[in-house]
């Protein structure tokens, strides 16, 4: 087993030799970028989740050099024949696909070293390799638009059922003596991004079922939308009621960490509802069987 890691870790290495720049580019970009944070965490979500998992995914581990080199090979003639550059920019739609062809022939070696049974256990470690590929600017804004309409919309009900007198404009707000504009910025996808890696490793450790992991990820859209809008509505209205000095203040600029236990805390009894509906329908399937 030893014998198999150096190996495939040779061959990771040599990978990333030859995928250097898409693979730094992608890198460097979540480290820039907040939407794009996901990238950085990939690599550390793969590696705890391959070590959580190494006994079901090692255990029938034999190498499978054919068909693993024939993927690594595969991957790196159509990088060098179309999409290799000495640089990269978020724009390149030559972008994602050179950091897809890094995580497939990633993929190759892994097979190469241990097979295919243990890649299919390892099915969905690998696919967290995807996160590392860089969304297209217009999907990310898409997703930014979403969230901003939707923490708008939410917050501007949050402030009427508190009884503050408010009239809403787009992304415009105009309580008493004051106009808020809800920017990009405040459209609360960096906790989205947060929520949905979060999720994505409890439903693999705590969940069973294919549709209540996805059902997790999917639910941390109106999860995030809902903390983001609660952060907006309490900003809002201290600003109108206590003090303005709030909306340049450290609730303002760090109020998503304030507001972050009120998502976990949904997060976790979303998480807990799934895995007793889970066993729930686990015992009536036991029981038709015996009957």
Sequence with gaps: MKTRWAVLSVLWVAILMFWWPPVMAALNLGLRDERYGQIDAAPFLIIFLLFW????????????????????????????????????????????????????????????????????????????????????????????????????AVSCQMLRLAGVPVFAEGMRMMLPGLQIDIAPECSGIHSFLALGLVALLGGRLCLQFGWSQIGLVVCTIPIAIFKNAV?????????????????????????????????????????????????????????????
């Excluded at 507001?259 to 399937?285: C, H």
């Design 53 to 152: 998992e190494r006994n079901r995914v090692f255990t029938a581990a034999a190498s499978n050099i054919g068909a693993g080199i024939s993927l690594v090979l595969l991957a790196l003639c159509t990088y060098f024949a179309f999409l290799a550059r000495p640089s990269y920019t978020v724009e390149d739609i030559r972008f994602p696909l050179a950091v897809f062809l890094a995580a497939v022939a990633w993929m190759g070696a892994f097979i190469c070293c241990f097979g295919l049974r243990s890649f299919r256990a390892a099915w969905f470690p690998f696919c967290c390799l995807f996160l590392m590929i860089p969304v297209p600017p217009r999907l990310i804004n898409g997703l930014t638009a979403v969230l901003q309409h939707g923490s708008a």
């Design 231 to 291: 952060r907006i509505s309490v900003i809002a209205w201290l600003g109108a009621y206590v003090d303005r000095a709030v909306l340049n203040g450290n609730i303002h600029h760090y109020g998503g960490l304030v507001f972050t236990p009120l998502a976990v805390v949904m997060l976790v009894a979303l998480l807990m509802t799934l895995k007793k509906s889970e066993t729930r329908i686990a015992q009536q399937s036991v029981n038709r069987q015996q009957v």
